[in-house]
């Protein structure tokens, strides 16, 4: 089993930058495909980003690609969310999330095993 916490939200500027972190416990964290989600007010939970386990493969959706990094640190366990340029529309809660054993990376929320507490981001316009 996994246990996620996010951490690194908060209030930002728009056109700011936030670095999401999310720190996992237990074992074989590399065996672990991991997702960023979010999900603002009144709206679905949507894919941000997945990394493959050992880090070689990241898959974003097409209107952050370039805007945010996703990356991962096997030995600390932690994996990052590095969001740049934000937008007001990126005002959401950010969900760290684990998918076990999976041979390829998915975007569906539902196909995750584990999930994280979730951490506000808020961009002021």
């Known amino acids: 089993q996994v246990q996620l916490v996010e951490s690194g939200g908060g209030l930002v500027q728009a056109g700011g930058s936030l670095r999401l972190s999310c720190a996992a416990s237990?074992?074989?964290?590399?065996?672990?495909?991991m997702g960023w989600f979010r999900q603002a007010p009144g709206k679905e939970r949507e894919f941000v980003a997945a990394?493959?386990?050992?880090?070689?493969?990241?898959h974003y959706v097409g209107s952050m690609k370039g805007r945010f990094t996703i990356s991962r640190d096997n030995a600390k366990k932690t994996v990052y969310l590095q969001m740049a340029s934000l937008e007001p529309e990126d005002t959401a809660v950010y969900y760290c999330?684990?998918?076990?054993?999976?041979?390829?990376?998915?975007?569906?929320?539902?196909?995750?095993?584990?999930w994280g507490q979730g951490t506000q981001v808020t961009v002021s316009s």
């Open positions: 237990g074992r074989t964290f590399s065996n672990y495909n």
């Open positions: 990394i493959t386990g050992s880090g070689t493969s990241t």
């Open positions: 999330a684990a998918d076990w054993g999976s041979m390829v990376v998915s975007r569906v929320w539902s196909e995750y095993d584990y």
